[in-house]
């Protein structure tokens, strides 16, 4: 049932957000205030499944066709719901149904070709927090917890396969995610 995938992943995110809350609270490491640089790269990309509860949340106040027209007649250079003149410490619209890359880059680590894991983070965290940086990364090589990239995306595919296997540029994953939705309703109501 998809009410059940939308759970699924919701809970995937919430175990997700607690390891970052943690990792960030252990190493200080934080985003600047403001900053989103990392939100207008232009090849962000994400599954269909990583969008399903911001879908369905749209669905529920009546603003998916809405949605779904103004991604399938627009092709803006970034997500969609970002909202650069928004104040606070991003500029994230729907901040609470971002998807699984916007809550993994920055705070998670993947596994590199000799089986160690390394931080996956921006050039600025890198550069104007250097001493943060280089104890998360030593903290990480003595095997200390991070939420790992490939675990995330592993339970996320456990959801549901076909919705996770492929990716697309960002808006693309976020319309595709709406027409789940809808399709699903359609025969319901």
């Known amino acids: 049932m998809l009410l059940e995938k939308v759970r699924a992943v ?19 490491l934080h985003c600047s205030w403001g900053c989103g640089k990392c939100c207008f790269k232009s090849d962000i990309e994400a599954s269909a499944l990583e969008f399903l509860p911001f879908a369905h949340h749209l669905y529920t106040l009546g603003t998916a066709y809405e949605w779904y027209e103004k991604l399938r007649d627009t092709n803006p250079a970034h997500c969609l719901i970002l909202n650069p003149t928004q104040g606070g ?11 699984l890359i916007c809550r993994l880059f920055g705070y998670s680590a993947r596994t590199n070709k000799y089986g160690n894991r390394e931080l996956v983070t921006c050039q600025i965290i890198k550069t104007e927090q250097k001493e943060k940086y280089e104890a998360a990364e030593e903290e990480i ?49």
């Open 89 to 99: 410490a991003g500029m994230c619209s729907q901040y609470q149904h971002r998807g």
């Open 141 to 189: 090589g003595k095997g200390e917890p991070v939420p790992v990239m490939s675990q995330y995306y592993m339970r996320m595919h456990a959801i549901d396969p076909a919705l996770a296997q492929e990716f697309f540029p960002i808006n693309e994953a976020i319309r595709r995610a709406i027409e789940v939705i809808l399709h699903y309703y359609a025969y319901r109501e």
């Open 10 to 28: 919701e809970e995937v995110f919430r175990i997700l957000d607690e390891e970052i809350t943690a990792f960030q609270s252990r190493t200080s």
